[in-house]
């Protein structure tokens, strides 16, 4: 069934439907909501909260098939606004996890490599952090992350542009630093 099909459902009281489109999108949301406030907790209360949100406001939503970009575009004002207001360092132990399962982030976080870039990812302002999650974490066109973000996909461009030089650059960085001490140790 169509993203467009469930919302219809759900804006007539389906709950069914409700629960199909929270079946389906709460992984990515919560993939987005962690990487971007940087805290596994956070970002299931922040998609949780993305999702009452959602619900509340469903009649505001004119096309269906737009519900995903719509959601993304909540959660991430959300996680923005969170982000603004905490302004903290987590460590990293909470975002790599302690239990037995492995969760859709630590997989992510598996190789050093990864956990080098993702720690570079933390050295971005959120705007271009959420760019950057969205495009290869969640593998939105920019087109999809421009909807999801609220801005023109001329932003979105910049916004990765900007991110990539960045990111290449804190990369290069960590790893010179880590060839030095290896080399004077």
Request: net charge neutral; aromatic share 8%.
């Amino acid at each position: 069934m169509t993203d467009e099909e469930l919302v219809r459902r759900w804006k007539q009281g389906d709950m069914q439907a409700f629960d199909e489109l929270y079946t389906r999108y709460k992984d990515d949301a919560y993939r987005v909501a962690c990487l971007v406030t940087g805290n596994c907790s956070d970002g299931e209360d922040l998609t949780q909260e993305a999702f009452v949100t959602c619900a509340q406001s469903i009649s505001s939503l004119r096309d269906g098939s737009k519900f995903r970009p719509w959601l993304l575009k909540t959660l991430t004002r959300l996680a923005w606004k969170y982000c603004r207001k905490k302004r903290r360092e987590t460590p990293e132990a909470e975002l790599i996890g302690t239990g037995q399962e492995e969760s859709a982030l630590n997989a992510v976080l598996r190789t050093d490599e990864q956990k080098r870039l993702y720690n570079a990812l933390y050295t971005l302002d959120e705007k271009r952090r959420t760019a950057v999650i969205l495009y290869y974490y969640n593998e939105l066109s920019v087109h999809e992350i421009a909807e999801a973000t609220g801005v023109i996909e001329g932003t979105v461009k910049s916004r990765l542009f900007s991110a990539r030089r960045h990111l290449r650059q804190a990369l290069t960085d960590n790893t010179e630093e880590a060839k030095e001490a290896v080399n004077h140790g």
